[in-house]
């Protein structure tokens, strides 16, 4: 694996970060590290976005663009155009969402995952919900895959109770993965952005749990029948007024197929089931020589679930990058492959002490292609959180110090 940072044209403060190398997966960030005209900037990096698709004979899967809502319109506006300029399909599904950045109104920037277009056979296939596009499939080396965006973000599902809203949302992605022969069994990862997350999160979690037992995740007693998906679950405003918007990654691979699909525990965190919230730390998706590593949004838990270092935003960010850190160590992946990173802070005002303990942190944080945005988090006292993609690859026949085979 490889990756090349380069700064955006024009004099516009922000930088292109492209991982790609012999996996056939590849993670694109757009960051924008200072006020800038929205439109302006979503220009340019796009158009640099689109060249790096072209480049290395990429096909978009997932993208999610961070900003304010009152930017939504332009950025997109102007992604569609600067897409298209490049060659590249700009009507496939993308999850707008309001990460505002730092300093308040605009675009923060925007996180693809991309295939080897020819290693998936052909470019995804778009999926469609009423017309609507909303999200893709394609195949990798026996596993199928799917991925979900903006689920239950329709502006007819704002009139519903918000935990019916959230409820509702999985059930529709379940219904979808259905249609592509997978279950929410298959699903690797999930992304839940929940409109003033601070007065319902409870809510969300017990309601969750509940859709999970009818899908056969969870016993009766809650516990879990099957590996849960890696998640975030943060602050989120969509373009509609839906309380809740579901983006989802799902891989199935199939049987002989040496693709495995497995749960991934932090060594520093209990399992979040254990305080009600259904998710795992991370999960990978990994097929020989290659892997991709999902990491859910990590914040300053202790061990015993209980939030740490309250009030203390530089402590809560080195807690939770040494939980980062443990679940980089678990899956044996690369912290030089870190591809991808979306940085929360609840208080602008903790964004520079927040910068500077994440630059001095020993996990090499400082290095990875991260958008920064503020947001809630999912408890009142927690300041900082961070979630994540990294992708691993090796060449046939290389071991690491131990001898076992190096998955990096």
């Not at 992605?173 to 992304?191: E, H, N, P």
């Not at 999970?212 to 969870?218: K, V």
Request: proline share 5%; net charge positive; hydrophobic share 40%.
């Amino acid at each position: 694996m490889r990756r090349r940072s380069s700064a955006l044209p024009d004099g516009i403060p922000g930088t292109i970060h492209v991982t790609v190398g012999a996996n056939p997966c590849a993670l694109l960030v757009a960051s924008i590290a200072q006020p800038c005209p929205a439109r302006r900037a979503a220009r340019a990096a796009y158009a640099c976005l689109g060249r790096e698709l072209v480049r290395h004979g990429l096909s978009i899967v997932q993208e999610r663009v961070l900003g304010s809502v009152d930017s939504a319109a332009g950025v997109l506006a102007e992604r569609a155009v600067a897409l298209r300029a490049a060659g590249v399909d700009s009507d496939g599904p993308c999850t707008f969402v309001e990460g505002r950045p730092l300093w308040g109104r605009g675009w923060a920037g925007a996180i693809l995952l991309a295939v080897r277009t020819a290693d998936a056979g052909g470019v995804p296939r778009v999926l469609h919900d009423g017309g609507v596009p909303c999200g893709r499939t394609w195949r990798l080396k026996g596993a199928r895959f799917v991925a979900l965006q903006g689920i239950g973000s329709r502006p007819d599902a704002a009139a519903a109770p918000q935990g019916v809203q959230a409820e509702r949302a999985i059930r529709t992605a379940a219904r979808l993965l259905r249609r592509q022969g997978l279950r929410f069994a298959d699903v690797l990862r999930t992304w839940f952005y929940l409109r003033r997350i601070l007065s319902w999160y409870g809510e969300f979690n017990a309601g969750r749990r509940g859709v999970f037992r009818r899908l056969g995740l969870l016993h009766a007693d809650g516990a879990a029948v099957c590996r849960l998906p890696a998640s975030t679950g943060i602050s989120g405003r969509t373009r509609g007024r839906a309380a809740c918007s579901l983006d989802l990654l799902a891989a199935a691979p199939a049987p002989r197929s040496g693709m495995r699909v497995e749960e991934r525990r932090s060594p520093v965190q209990p399992r979040p089931l254990g305080y009600g919230s259904a998710f795992s730390r991370a999960a990978t998706v990994s097929g020989g020589n290659w892997s991709l590593l999902e990491i859910s949004g990590t914040a300053a838990v202790d061990a015993s679930g209980r939030s740490a270092h309250p009030g203390d935003a530089p402590a809560q960010v080195g807690a939770a990058l040494d939980a980062v850190r443990g679940l980089l160590d678990d899956a044996r992946g690369g912290r030089e492959h870190f591809g991808a990173a979306t940085v929360f802070v609840k208080r602008p005002a903790d964004a520079a002490s927040c910068r500077a303990a994440l630059e001095s942190h020993g996990s090499g944080a400082r290095r990875w292609p991260a958008v920064w945005v503020q947001a809630d988090v999912c408890r009142p006292e927690l300041l900082f959180e961070v979630d994540g993609e990294a992708l691993s690859s090796s060449k046939a026949g290389s071991r690491d110090r131990r001898g076992r085979r190096d998955a990096r």
